[in-house]
């Protein structure tokens, strides 16, 4: 590959399951064109079981994540910053000042569903499968012959898609 890969920054507050799904997810799906992390603006400090579960149920990577604030990835240049937060659940949403273009993916966080194990599992599935749907149409723009604003207007739509 000629050029390299495209960093994407999956935000949210905790950094601890969706954006920490989304991070998994980039860097499979994106084979390699795509370089993803993620980051929190309140990191909790710890990786949320439920989402490790849900990617092992899916044979992805369970190692090498943690919770951590965006300072600690203050040097890497990010092109495209997704922000997770569900702003229905009432959440704030991280603001990053980086020349990023950004995008606000909301996404319901099961980290704080309660009921019976199914219901839980169930849960992050859902969550699982609308970033995966997302993240897909994600590494299938054309983004190479994209302008500035055309990807921001992708990344939005794509946004409101359910999965």
Request: net charge negative; proline share 4%.
């Amino acid at each position: 590959m000629s050029q390299k890969p495209y960093n994407v920054l999956v935000l949210c507050t905790g950094n601890s399951c969706r954006s920490v799904m989304g991070e998994a997810l980039v860097n499979h799906l994106g084979a390699g064109r795509f370089k993803a992390y993620s980051a929190g603006s309140n990191p909790i400090g710890r990786i949320n079981t439920g989402a490790l579960a849900t990617l092992a149920r899916h044979d992805l990577p369970t190692e090498g994540y943690t919770s951590k604030s965006w300072e600690a990835l203050e040097g890497i240049n990010f092109d495209i910053l997704i922000a997770v937060c569900d702003s229905a659940a009432g959440e704030a949403c991280p603001v990053y000042l980086s020349s990023a273009i950004r995008t606000n993916w909301g996404v319901a966080d099961p980290g704080h569903v309660e009921g019976t194990p199914e219901e839980v599992i169930a849960a992050f599935e859902a969550t699982f499968a609308t970033l995966r749907h997302r993240i897909t149409r994600l590494v299938e723009l054309p983004i190479d012959s994209m302008s500035r604003e055309q990807l921001s207007e992708a990344l939005d739509r794509i946004g409101q898609e359910m999965g």
